[in-house]
């Protein structure tokens, strides 16, 4: 893992590993969403409205895929150092974030017609809501650090300590009585038909491929950002430096 944790040799990897990401994200995902709006037939049940699979489901595991990144990095930074840990987990927060927000949005619009009620407080949507509430937390910590110069060890250990929701989240179905449907796909086997199942591990995928181009386009802005900054406060070094020895030649 410390193979790149030189920032130049980071970025010669993310140069080319970047439009892979992006593009076969973007051509993945656009093809998984037009097979699933129009080419699958509409659920017996619930109708048109099954529709909103497709964005609702890889919204949350990129949710919660996001916050395990997050811890991840968080790990890697107090144990290891790794002098990128901090950077990765700052670049996902705020995808992760979003994608969060787009779950429950889309699960609120799913559940209208499903339901009968666009909210219920029970275990998937209640922890699911924190999960949100956990990634301003972090982002909050981390912007504040990098503002003011503090420590990053703080938000790391919140990361860590925040991964705790993440299998209440997936077991949530399983612990409490729920409106909420049980897993569809578990290890090895899956109740979801596969002419609903296909388009939908491929907007999966393609989601998740997306998710991994934003969060290195994030990491090289963060990494320039970080870089700039460096340069400035070296230039004003050098600017200082010449200002003190002035007195001094004067007087000479």
């Known amino acids: 893992m410390h193979i790149y944790a030189n920032p130049k040799r980071f970025l010669s990897l993310a140069k080319w590993l970047l439009p892979l990401l992006f593009w076969g994200g973007l051509v993945l995902s656009a093809g998984a969403l037009a097979w699933g709006m129009f080419l699958v037939p509409p659920d017996h049940l619930m109708g048109e409205s099954v529709r909103i699979l497709f964005i609702h489901v890889p919204a949350a595991w990129l949710g919660m895929g996001g ?38 949005a889309t699960g609120s619009i799913w ?35 990098a503002r003011e110069g503090g420590s990053t060890k703080i938000a790391a250990i919140f990361g860590l300590v925040g991964a705790i929701n993440i299998p209440i989240i997936n ?28 388009p939908l591990l491929a907007a999966v995928l393609g989601f998740s491929l997306l998710f991994g181009a934003i969060v ?27 200002e003190a020895g002035a007195p001094a030649m004067a007087n000479s």
């Not at 386009?217 to 050098?238: F, T």
């Open 216 to 242: 290195l386009m994030r990491m090289r802005a963060l990494i320039a950002e970080q870089q700039v900054e460096a340069r400035l406060r070296r230039r004003a070094l050098a600017d200082e430096v010449p």
């Open 67 to 104: 916050w395990t990144g997050i811890a991840i990095a968080s790990a890697m930074l107090l144990i290891w150092k790794h002098p990128l840990a901090s950077i990765a987990a700052r670049a996902i927060a705020l995808p992760g974030m979003t994608f969060t927000a787009i779950c429950l």
């Open 111 to 145: 559940g209208r017609p499903t339901w009968g009620t666009w909210w219920v407080w029970d275990g998937r949507l209640t922890s699911m809501l924190v999960l949100l509430f956990l990634y301003a937390g972090y982002i909050a910590l981390a912007q504040a650090a």
């Open 171 to 198: 077991r949530s179905v399983v612990w409490w009585n729920s409106l909420h449907q049980p897993p569809s796909i578990t290890a090895g086997n899956s109740a979801i038909d596969p002419t609903f199942l296909w």
